[in-house]
């Protein structure tokens, strides 16, 4: 098994779901072997730092090729000319298409010199001595046209996730050879709304866990960097982290014990400080020309909302862009993979990966860099779930798409009609001792699930409201961010605020085919969006506020787009709950440096969510119009 094979197992459950898992299934190092030569090398930058860098090419030298980079923190392994990687390439298909592939280390990382800045920041005055990712990646790429034989003068570059960061800074100040580019679940703004940070909120389990291996201190280039910073295997993660308690344990000798830069940076920087605005890398794409095909997934627990912004920011700079946007029913990364039919309850009926690899991504490397076949697709390819099929826009999201307020009324209701009563409010306690999970089940890293997992476990729970429609008369299908405003009040000075939308399905829905046996879809309250609101950052991600307990507070929030058609008799469910344990961490519910918290600032909390004629709580759900 290669290093970077063997990676891909270790944060399967926490960070590339699914990546190559089954993508290259029916390669084999012997089929890369016998088509393509492999050379390691060292590509040297301005600033004297190598890069380690891997050179698939091609055995048959009559043409000359593309050359396809992927720059990575995960290691290029297989190292050495005589080891090879059991696939290449970003699918089957281009890998047999036959390009120059080429893996990089990034500085720092693995084998290549240098100190590695997490997310490393744009420079955008240059010094003569500065470097940073672009730089990095227009050296690498001149280096590459001048000096790998048989190649054609055309690179494309392409990643996923973090790779997907690196792929989305080479449209800054771009090499003249770059003719496409492919960020896929690129990272964005990690305090926003990606890895990191969702509206403030800290993603606990997902960094705890990824940061022990990515935080590991190196001496000089390897292949190997060992252990994590500490041991982590834990069979019942919600029993783990409600027993480590709150965030100032996890410098503790057993944990992270201040031994780790990226992990006190995380909590260092608790608000959206230079640290973070110097990262958000949506503010470069003002001015992006080259073809690019932005990808994500709906299930996308990692970088839903990167995708997203890296077209909305690429679509709100150049008019005459290049950008199209491809947004499927996928986990992190498994557009790659070979077979896509199914993801937690939902039966697709059809491979969605296979559509996607062969029908646009290949077709896009193949247009623009061998100026073969076509490229016309629509503006926008989308995945409509609920529906389950491939719509085609000119503009995402869809020009007919109009926005419908549902009110939360008395009585559990979610209505079309706001509530007349004076007065009126649902409430419910938060206890921090008593987290509402995040899924039903026991586990020890995420459950990849729990994107549309049924929500009924928690409909029962008294920390947790429901507001539900009637049975729906037609289908209605939402295509879009969805906004929702509250009006809330608390005795705490802090809160969190978890809006759940969720597609019931009626009592007589019968099992999907290949459901797991003891499997109920009757009644399946089914997840499609949801996501969090740290209270005190309600009017700035920079500037915390705190409640005025007892006082009656607006909270808005906006949750990531959806392509999802709730079908006739089903009925739309919203949920509201103020924890969501252990996948962001718990909130202490007093405005105070959550960081620094101890056991005995966290305290119970009893919250209102007001719906009354002046006090009207409400989403927003963008509604495709006929």
């Known amino acids: 098994m290669t290093k970077k094979q063997c990676f891909i197992?270790?944060?399967?459950?926490?960070?590339?779901?699914?990546?190559?898992?089954?993508?290259?299934?029916?390669?084999?190092?012997?089929?890369?072997?016998?088509?393509?030569?492999?050379?390691?090398?060292?590509?040297?930058?301005?600033?004297?730092?190598?890069?380690?860098?891997?050179?698939?090419?091609?055995?048959?030298?009559?043409?000359?090729?593309?050359?396809?980079?992927e720059r990575t923190p995960y290691s290029c392994a297989p190292y050495g000319d005589t080891s090879y990687a059991r696939y290449i390439g970003p699918n089957p298909g281009l890998?047999?298409?036959?390009?120059?592939?080429?893996?990089?280390?990034?500085?720092?990382?693995?084998?290549?010199?240098g100190i590695n800045t997490e997310m490393s920041p744009y420079l955008p005055l240059k010094k003569k001595s500065?470097?940073?990712?672009?730089?990095?990646?227009?050296?690498?790429?001149?280096?590459?046209?001048?000096?790998?034989?048989?190649?054609?003068?055309?690179?494309?570059?392409?990643?996923?996730?973090?790779?997907?960061?690196?792929?989305?800074?080479?449209?800054?100040?771009?090499?003249?050879?770059?003719?496409?580019?492919?960020?896929?679940?690129?990272m964005t703004d990690e305090f926003a709304g990606d890895d990191a940070f969702h509206n403030g909120a800290f993603f606990l389990m997902d960094n705890f866990g990824f940061i022990n291996y990515y935080g590991k201190e190196r001496n000089g280039p390897?292949?190997?960097?060992?252990?994590?910073?500490?041991?982590?295997?834990?069979?019942?993660?919600?029993?783990?982290?409600?027993?480590?308690?709150?965030?100032?344990?996890t410098n503790n000798s057993q944990f992270f014990g201040n031994k780790c830069e990226l992990w006190n940076e995380m909590l260092k920087h608790n608000t959206y400080d230079d640290y973070w605005q110097t990262r958000y890398t949506g503010q470069y794409f003002k001015k992006i020309k080259l073809p690019v095909l932005v990808v994500g997934g709906w299930f996308d627990a990692e970088d839903l909302y990167g995708a997203l912004h890296?077209?909305?920011?690429?679509?709100?700079?150049?008019?005459?862009?290049?950008?199209?946007?491809?947004?499927?029913?996928?986990?992190?990364?498994?557009?790659?993979?070979?077979?896509?039919?199914?993801?937690?309850?939902?039966?697709?009926?059809?491979?969605?990966?296979?559509?996607?690899?062969?029908?646009?991504e290949t077709r896009f490397f193949n247009y623009y860099l061998k100026e073969k076949d076509s490229f016309n697709i629509d503006e926008a390819s989308i995945f409509e779930t609920g529906s389950n099929k491939w719509t085609h826009y000119n503009s995402w999201p869809p020009a007919n798409c109009v926005p419908v307020t549902f009110y939360l009324n008395s009585h559990e209701k979610l209505s079309l009609e706001a509530d007349k009563d004076s007065n009126a409010f649902e409430?419910?306690?938060s206890d921090p001792k008593k987290p509402v999970p995040y899924t039903p089940g026991i586990y020890g890293a995420r459950n990849n699930d729990f994107m549309a997992e049924d929500q009924r476990f928690a409909t029962t729970r008294p920390d947790v409201l429901v507001f539900e429609t009637p049975p729906l008369s037609k289908d209605v299908t939402a295509t879009g961010a969805i906004k929702v405003k509250l009006q809330v009040s608390l005795t705490g000075s802090d809160a969190d605020f978890i809006i759940k939308l969720i597609d019931v399905l009626p009592d007589n829905e019968p099992n999907f085919k290949n459901a797991p046996k003891g499997f109920q879809m009757a009644g399946y309250q089914r997840l499609v969006r949801a996501?969090?609101?740290?209270?005190?950052?309600?009017?700035?991600?920079?500037?915390?506020?705190?409640?005025?307990?007892?006082?009656i507070t607006p909270v808005d929030l906006v949750l990531n787009d959806v392509a999802?058609?709730?079908?006739?008799?089903?009925?739309?469910?919203?949920?509201?709950?103020?924890?969501?344990?252990?996948?962001?961490?718990?909130?202490?519910?007093?405005?105070?440096?959550?960081?620094?918290?101890?056991?005995?600032?966290?305290?119970?909390?009893?919250?209102k969510i007001w719906h009354d004629a002046s006090h009207q709580s409400q989403i927003i759900l963008p509604i495709l119009a006929p």
């Open 427 to 429: 409430e419910y306690v």
């Open 564 to 607: 999802h058609d709730f079908k006739k008799g089903h009925r739309i469910m919203i949920q509201i709950q103020s924890s969501w344990f252990p996948l962001i961490d718990m909130n202490p519910q007093q405005f105070m440096n959550i960081s620094e918290a101890r056991e005995k600032d966290f305290i119970k909390n009893n919250i």
């Open 95 to 113: 890998m047999k298409e036959k390009y120059i592939f080429v893996y990089q280390d990034v500085r720092g990382r693995y084998m290549s010199e």
């Open 9 to 69: 197992r270790i944060l399967s459950a926490l960070l590339l779901l699914f990546f190559f898992h089954d993508g290259f299934a029916q390669q084999t190092t012997h089929e890369v072997k016998m088509n393509y030569n492999k050379k390691d090398t060292a590509i040297t930058m301005k600033d004297g730092v190598k890069l380690y860098t891997v050179i698939y090419s091609p055995k048959d030298t009559t043409i000359n090729y593309p050359i396809i980079l």
């Open 130 to 186: 500065g470097s940073d990712e672009t730089t990095d990646t227009y050296e690498t790429v001149d280096w590459l046209v001048k000096n790998i034989k048989h190649n054609n003068g055309k690179v494309g570059i392409t990643g996923v996730s973090y790779p997907g960061f690196f792929a989305a800074m080479s449209m800054i100040n771009p090499h003249p050879a770059i003719k496409a580019v492919s960020p896929q679940a690129p």
């Open 222 to 249: 390897t292949k190997d960097y060992g252990n994590g910073v500490f041991n982590f295997n834990p069979k019942d993660a919600y029993r783990f982290f409600q027993s480590m308690g709150p965030l100032s344990n």
């Open 531 to 551: 996501d969090v609101m740290r209270g005190k950052f309600r009017n700035s991600l920079s500037k915390p506020e705190p409640f005025e307990p007892g006082k």
């Open 310 to 360: 890296t077209y909305q920011c690429i679509e709100k700079g150049e008019a005459d862009n290049q950008c199209k946007l491809v947004m499927g029913p996928w986990t992190h990364g498994s557009w790659k993979s070979g077979e896509w039919k199914f993801y937690a309850s939902h039966d697709f009926n059809q491979n969605t990966s296979k559509v996607y690899q062969d029908s646009i």
